[in-house]
């Protein structure tokens, strides 16, 4: 019987689930399987498991839950072992690491940020700060201007994007990661200048989003920044 595999702890944590329901559309009952000084939450793995809202929210509570009382290594969605040997056989063969990883995380949390740029107010500050695109503006709107006017109105206008948001991205890590223990640098994206998790000190938490709060009042008109946490350490694991 195939097993979808939730988290791994120390035998020591107090493993509350009372409260939360597994994946599936008839969740088994979420029960541990052990070896040495580790546990895995298991439950037994639905035939219909989805990437649907209901099963990603069984998965991320289920997580938050134990998170609550104590350290965990929170697996990604959709691991599913063969069977509850293969689970235990693990938990063997990777004792030292997992114990470890559990050590060094605990006390701490993950924060999430992700940066967005009104691309109004971007263009209008390119326009504003560099004459070269006023005037490839100024002529393409006037009916004037030839293709390649056009072409590069539009590759001026990319470039001082890319640099405008690169350079907000790094004042982004800068400022906060004097209060981090570590970070995760997602690529930028068309939606998001940075997207980055932040590995945080439970005594530092307050401190770091105080911190957050204050850089994103200091970013000004047009910037956005969107701050998830604490949450367990699922980009840390």
């Known amino acids: 019987m195939s097993v979808y595999v939730y988290a791994i702890t120390k035998a020591d ?14 969740p088994a009952e979420l ?24 099963d990603l929210e069984a998965h991320h509570e289920v997580q938050e839950q134990l998170w609550a009382d104590g350290a965990i290594l929170p697996l990604s969605f959709g691991f599913v072992a063969p069977d509850e040997d293969t689970v235990r056989a693990l938990l063997e063969e990777r004792a030292e690491a ?8 605990t006390g701490c949390a993950e924060f999430n940020i992700k940066g967005v740029h009104d691309e109004d107010t971007l263009l209008r500050a390119v326009l504003a700060d560099s004459e070269r695109a006023r005037e490839l503006n100024e002529s393409i709107r006037e009916g004037g201007g030839s293709y390649e006017d056009r072409l590069a109105l539009g590759e001026l206008v990319a470039g001082e994007v890319q640099t405008r948001q690169s350079a907000l991205a790094e004042e982004v890590l800068t400022a906060l990661r004097p209060f981090a223990l570590a970070e995760k640098v997602s690529p930028p994206s068309q939606q998001y200048f940075v997207s980055v998790s932040f590995l945080v000190e439970d005594e530092r938490s307050e401190e770091f989003t105080r911190a957050g709060g204050e ?20 980009s840390f694991v």
């Open 215 to 234: 850089l994103a009042a200091r970013l000004g008109e047009g910037v956005e920044l969107r701050l998830r946490g604490p949450l367990p350490p699922y």
């Open 13 to 26: 944590h107090p493993l509350d689930l009372e409260d939360v329901t597994g994946v599936g559309e008839e």
């Open 31 to 54: 029960h541990t399987v052990s070896n040495g000084g580790l546990r895995a939450v298991i439950s037994e793995s639905p035939e219909d498991l989805s990437v649907a809202r209901r």
């Open 98 to 105: 997992f114990s470890q990883r559990l050590d060094e995380l």
